[in-house]
T-cell receptor, first 114, second 115 residues
Framework: DSGVTQTPKHLITATGQRVTLRCSPRSGDLSVYWYQQSLDQGLQFLIQYYNGEERAKGNILERFSAQQFPDLHSELNLSSLELGDSALYFC?????????????FGPGTRLTVL | AQSVTQLDSHVSVSEGTPVLLRCNYSSSYSPSLFWYVQHPNKGLQLLLKYTSAATLVKGINGFEAEFKKSETSFHLTKPSAHMSDAAEYFCVVTYLTNTGNQFYFGTGTSLTVIP
């Protein structure tokens, strides 16, 4: 158990809908990362937050957004969902968010878009 | 452009024999390199990391990797495979760029251990 929690574990929704994925980092970690894992794209970095501020951006679509709250939990919002958004979404956390940091991964949220 | 290549999508070894999982990277920056393992239906777990200290890095469960700058490689090895090593392994490269940290994952190597 990494100490990172993600809810929900599974989410099934329809095209065009909007969903919110939630992540609670390990106690003491200030940085949160979001990743998408799909069969065709593999694991892709989406976005990183550090202490409430956006730190780095990867291949995140404009339909997706995220934020980190004062209590350090984070939410990833996915809107106008398409079939291709079906994937496993991981959250990770680390102490300070540097490139050398070990990231601790949550168990993931499996999103199915029908 | 920065990238990371895992040369084998699938590796199969017998229990008790050595494991070699290959990873090459390309970068114009100084990278940090990681190996993560993912067991079925689980999140990723760090095996080991290179962050510009010793080039031979020892990790958990008997795994180690050597950073070879001249070959731009960071291959993962283990002297003797165990059944519990069967999993998906990801090589990860991170860079600090002028737009922030970037994280690149290889496509993964699925390791099968034959009893």
């Amino acid at each position: 158990d990494s100490g990172v929690t993600q809810t929900p574990k599974h989410l099934i929704t329809a095209t065009g809908q909007r969903v919110t994925l939630r992540c609670s980092p390990r106690s003491g970690d200030l940085s949160v990362y979001w990743y998408q894992q799909s069969l065709d794209q593999g694991l892709q970095f989406l976005i990183q937050y550090y202490n409430g501020e956006e730190r780095a951006k990867g291949n995140i679509l404009e339909r997706f957004s995220a934020q980190q709250f004062p209590d350090l939990h984070s939410e990833l919002n996915l809107s106008s969902l398409e079939l291709g958004d079906s994937a496993l979404y991981f959250c990770a956390s680390s102490v300070v968010g540097g490139m050398k940091d070990t990231q601790y991964f949550g168990p993931g949220t499996r999103l199915t878009v029908l | 452009a920065q990238s990371v290549t895992q040369l084998d999508s699938h590796v199969s070894v017998s229990e008790g024999t050595p494991v070699l999982l290959r990873c090459n990277y390309s970068s114009s920056y100084s990278p940090s390199l990681f190996w993560y393992v993912q067991h079925p239906n689980k999140g990723l777990q760090l095996l080991l990391k290179y962050t510009s200290a010793a080039t031979l890095v020892k990790g958990i469960n008997g795994f180690e990797a050597e950073f070879k700058k001249s070959e731009t490689s960071f291959h993962l090895t283990k002297p003797s495979a165990h059944m519990s090593d069967a999993a998906e392994y990801f090589c990860v490269v991170t860079y600090l760029t002028n737009t922030g940290n970037q994280f690149y994952f290889g496509t993964g190597t699925s390791l099968t251990v034959i009893p």
